[in-house]
T-cell receptor, first 107, second 112 residues
Framework: AQRVTQPEKLLSVFKGAPVELKCNYSYSGSPELFWYVQYSRQRLQLLLRHISRESIKGFTADLNKGETSFHLKKPFAQEEDSAMYYC?????????FGTGTSLTVIP | DAGITQSPRHKVTETGTPVTLRCHQTENHRYMYWYRQDPGHGLRLIHYSYGVKDTDKGEVSDGYSVSRSKTEDFLLTLESATSSQTSVYFCAIATVSFYEQYFGPGTRLTVT
């Protein structure tokens, strides 16, 4: 069965420090993985998708099939990065989300 | 925001009453989804639709039903609301080839 695990419910880092939000998945097929972000009082929005191999707002994520991970990284955290982050896996017509990590960037 | 709206945005209802939430989209997307968001559980899929009158169950479908009589509208009904259905409900669409999901603004439902 497909599953997405985000082990950290809460994560706090200082402004300018590196940040890594962990995501592990379980899926028998070829995975398509995404990171979504939800800023305070806003709707969820796509941050990045692994198939694009893009960098959005300084964030990157690399799919590691051997470790079944898709960790989100940013070298220098900014205060505006404070938000809830969700990792998601697409399996067929459905998307499976992790439980989310709330990131707080301390000024 | 892919033209997705939800109504109502907030609702308080009593246990045992039926409740219908509406999701409306303006861009003719085929796939539409209903999720609930709860602390510690993230987003969980309730039901989804892959076309008019075509729907399927998600992970947490018990106590919920859906209908899609028009491409633009996807309705979620709580047949007899319970306190465990207090949650924030999000509607979403998927773009062609599932390249991306766009989410609605959410509906905060409180069942007392």
């Amino acid at each position: 069965a497909q599953r997405v695990t985000q082990p950290e419910k809460l994560l706090s880092v200082f402004k300018g420090a590196p940040v890594e939000l962990k995501c592990n998945y379980s899926y028998s097929g070829s995975p398509e993985l995404f990171w979504y972000v939800q800023y305070s009082r806003q709707r969820l929005q796509l941050l990045l998708r692994h198939i694009s191999r893009e960098s959005i707002k300084g964030f990157t994520a690399d799919l590691n099939k051997g470790e079944t991970s898709f960790h989100l990284k940013k070298p220098f955290a900014q205060e505006e990065d404070s938000a809830m982050y969700y990792c998601a896996l697409r399996a067929g017509n459905q998307f499976y989300f992790g439980t989310g990590t709330s990131l707080t960037v301390i000024p | 925001d892919a033209g997705i709206t939800q109504s109502p945005r907030h609702k308080v209802t009593e246990t045992g009453t039926p409740v219908t939430l509406r999701c409306h989209q303006t861009e003719n997307h085929r796939y539409m989804y209903w999720y609930r968001q709860d602390p510690g559980h993230g987003l969980r899929l309730i039901h989804y639709s892959y076309g008019v009158k075509d729907t399927d169950k998600g992970e947490v479908s018990d106590g919920y039903s859906v209908s899609r009589s028009k491409t633009e509208d996807f309705l979620l009904t709580l047949e007899s609301a319970t306190s465990s259905q207090t949650s924030v409900y999000f509607c979403a669409i998927a773009t062609v080839s599932f390249y991306e999901q766009y989410f609605g603004p959410g509906t905060r439902l409180t069942v007392t």
